[in-house]
């Protein structure tokens, strides 16, 4: 196997080719300006892959990174990936035309270990200098899809993305504490996901040890995300 098409593999990255029949054109003209991270919700990477490569299931991803830091690209970066499904981030309504897809094998139930995440990092960096993706614009599959998904879950460590450049974590602070759900729709949340699917989508990546009804906290930092990243500013002329 080789190293897939429009793909520069990432420094120190063990990048597979292993085609996936999964795949169509962009719908559009629309070009990559999401990169959507996933979980597999299975127990091995293998496993995973027979998925993503099995035209009965219709599903894939661009890529794939096993626990131990395999990378296996499945679609070429220019073709559209079937792993979003229903949902939007600002006016997105076609994740999938709009972005790259990562799955992250990890059943949802544990911690990521070390050698996925520094796969994954690098990835991140190559995939968003290619097409002038915006780290705010690295998103999980319950980002745009709240009601629907909760991967990549409570255990993903976007903390560690923040720090190496590859996402967002906070805001800047500083401004006004604003309505939760205008400033979730100013972020990018869905604004036809309900009240309780967009808290819930936004503790699993920004308080995931939170619980119970909506609190100040929450408030202010969707607040600052909102008023730091907002996604219409991310999109615009795109």
Request: glycine share 10%; net charge negative.
């Amino acid at each position: 196997m080789s190293v897939g098409p429009h793909t520069v593999p990432p420094s120190g990255a063990r990048l597979i080719w292993h085609p996936s029949p999964n795949f169509g054109p962009r719908k559009g003209g629309l070009r990559p300006t999401l990169i959507v991270v996933h979980y597999t919700a299975m127990d091995s990477a293998e496993a995973a892959l027979d998925r993503l490569c099995d035209p009965e299931f219709e599903v894939s991803a661009h890529y794939l990174i096993a626990q131990d830091g395999r990378v296996v690209q499945m679609v070429a970066e220019d073709m559209r990936a079937w792993h979003a499904g229903a949902g939007a981030w600002g006016g997105v309504t076609d994740v999938n035309s709009a972005s790259i897809g990562i799955e992250l094998c990890n059943r949802g139930d544990h911690a990521f270990p070390d050698p996925q995440i520094d796969a994954l990092v690098p990835l991140l960096a190559a995939v968003r200098s290619r097409w002038g993706i915006p780290k705010e614009r690295v998103i999980g599959h319950s980002d745009m899809a709240p009601a629907r998904k909760q991967d990549p879950g409570r255990f993903f460590p976007w903390p560690r993305l923040a720090q190496a450049g590859q996402a967002v974590f906070r805001g800047q602070g500083g401004g006004d504490v604003i309505d939760f759900q205008a400033a979730a729709v100013r972020f990018g949340y869905p604004d036809t996901a309900s009240h309780d699917a967009v808290l819930d989508a936004f503790r699993q990546r920004f308080r995931p040890d939170a619980v119970g009804p909506l609190d100040p906290e929450d408030a202010r930092i969707l607040s600052d995300l909102a008023q730091t990243w907002p996604v219409d500013a991310a999109t615009a002329g795109a």
